[in-house]
């Protein structure tokens, strides 16, 4: 089965731009989650989609990163503007409900660097 | 809020030797405690532990939970190179899945 796909693979940026981060999850995979992961921590979970709805976006700074997955499969997640604290490797990871925990699978991820 | 704390977070070890790492959690309605070994960028899926006392066993790996004192422990025997990582230990509660910050074993030659 394929994994879970991301791109860019690498982005740097200035502070202030914009950026934007796509995942496609395993094929089936009806929960898709975007985890932020700063360099000595563990990753972060930032937003959480059941299909095309969003189940917890409570850590998401949501006055400047927003996330969306219209039709229920690839989902973007979108920076703007960026700050020097946003830094990090952006994750995604899907699931589905009849796996449980064993079904996550995370993708290789998007390392950000805001100069 | 649920918090997972792991330790130490990091550790360098010559080859052969072995390790534990230690993993403590407060997790509101506990489902399950995971732990990935995380090289590059993305974790892969070591083990799952629901159950206390019982031992999840992969190769040189091993892990047990103990659900009265809320913690894990992950050993890895006769340790290689290739061990070398970080190892992330992730609870399954309320919250989701909340993890810790890693514990980066490195295994010198």
């Known amino acids: 089965e394929a994994g879970v796909a991301q791109s860019p693979r690498y982005k740097i940026i200035e502070k202030r731009q914009s950026v934007a981060f796509w995942c496609n999850p395993i094929?089936?995979?009806?929960?898709l989650y975007w985890y932020q992961q700063i360099l000595g921590q563990g990753p972060k979970l930032l937003i959480q989609f059941q299909n095309n709805g969003v189940v917890d976006d409570s850590q998401l700074p949501k006055d400047r990163f927003s996330a969306e997955r219209l039709k229920g499969v690839d989902s973007t997640l979108k920076i703007q503007p960026a700050k020097l604290e946003d830094s990090a490797v952006y994750l995604c990871?899907?699931?589905?409900?009849?796996?449980?925990?064993?079904?996550?699978?995370f993708g290789s991820g998007t390392r950000l660097t805001v100069v | 809020e649920d918090k997972v704390v792991q330790s130490p977070l990091s550790l360098v070890v010559h080859e052969g030797d072995t390790v534990t790492l230690n993993c403590s959690y407060e997790?509101?309605?506990?489902?399950?405690l995971l732990w990935y070994k995380q090289e590059k960028k993305a974790p892969t899926f070591l083990f799952m532990l629901t159950s206390s006392g019982i031992e999840k066993k992969s190769g040189r790996l091993s892990s047990i939970l103990d659900k009265k004192e809320l913690f894990s422990i992950l050993n890895i025997t006769a340790t290689q190179t290739g061990d070398s990582a970080i190892y992330l230990c992730a609870s399954l509660g309320a919250d989701g899945l909340t993890f810790g910050k890693g514990t980066h074993l490195i295994i010198q030659p």
């Open positions: 094929s089936g995979h009806a929960t």
């Open positions: 990871a899907s699931n589905s409900a009849d796996r449980g925990e064993l079904g996550y699978t």
């Open positions: 997790v509101t309605n506990f489902r399950s």
